[in-house]
């Protein structure tokens, strides 16, 4: 922790999706027969939801390598793992 650099580093993909693409694409790939609700933004909602991976690129070498529909199932398994949570699908 003794480098020069602060403040925070985005770790994300920097692929813009609004909140509805978002949960739409779960629906598809995890659960279709679950039902979206979409309700008022807050006032202080972000516009957008595009993270500046800059930081990470020039200083950890760092950038994205799974796409979120390869990555959405990946984070669906582990998260059941962990919960102990069966998986009900059917393939």
């Known amino acids: 922790m003794g480098g020069s650099n602060t403040g925070p580093i985005n770790l994300g993909n ?4 609004t909140m509805t693409e978002l949960a739409e694409t779960v629906k598809e790939l995890i659960n279709p027969n679950v039902h979206i609700k979409t309700v008022d933004n ?3 909602d972000p516009q957008q939801r595009k993270p500046d991976i800059t930081k990470a690129k020039e200083l950890l070498g760092w950038e994205p390598k799974v796409k979120l ?3 959405l199932p ?3 398994d582990d998260f059941r793992l962990r919960l102990g949570v069966e998986n009900n699908k059917i393939s």
């Open 14 to 17: 920097p692929g813009e999706y």
């Open 42 to 44: 807050t006032p202080d």
């Open 69 to 71: 529909r390869d990555g």
């Open 74 to 76: 990946l984070m669906e």
